[in-house]
């Protein structure tokens, strides 16, 4: 019986901590979504493991989630050496590159566990098609990282 009540604790708070994610609406901003991913990025294990990627990937274009997906290949390209450095990193600046009525671009700075900079080009576009992502700005593109020198 003791056992019992572990396992229906472990899964509310389970529940609870999914339920955390936010998900894309028509009023985030393309500059929110990226702050969104990125403070998920920043804790990626918090409050569960890969918590972080899994809130990056909800925000992620249905299309890009067809080429890098399913969710577990997402995982593994995250923590393969391309993208890293975004897992638990220290610090993030975004800056607006560009902006239109469906498309916005970013540069973001990563500073990574190693004191190390890295650049991103980081685009989002507001979904077109019918559904309940209708006009929400999603992720459709991020380059690979530009590493840019050491805060050292």
Do not use: R
């Not at 998920?40 to 569960?48: E, F, R, S, V, W």
């Amino acid at each position: 019986m003791k056992n019992f009540f572990y396992i229906l604790f472990f899964l509310i708070i389970f529940t609870v901590a999914k339920a955390d994610l936010k998900n894309p609406n028509k009023i985030i901003k393309p500059d929110q979504v990226i702050k969104i991913q990125l403070s998920g990025l920043k804790q990626n294990d918090y409050p569960y493991t890969d918590s972080g990627i899994e809130q990056t990937w909800k925000f992620a274009h249905p299309n890009n989630q067809k080429i890098t997906g399913p969710l577990n290949n997402f995982k593994m390209m995250l923590k393969g050496d391309s993208y890293s450095m975004l897992l638990n990193h220290e610090d993030s600046k975004i800056k607006q590159i560009y902006i239109s009525d469906d498309v916005a671009t970013f540069e973001v700075i990563i500073l990574d566990t190693e004191k190390k900079y890295y650049k991103f080009k980081w685009q989002v576009e507001k979904y077109k098609e019918d559904g309940p992502l209708k006009d929400c700005w999603l992720t459709t593109a991020v380059s690979q990282p530009i590493p840019s020198g050491s805060s050292i």
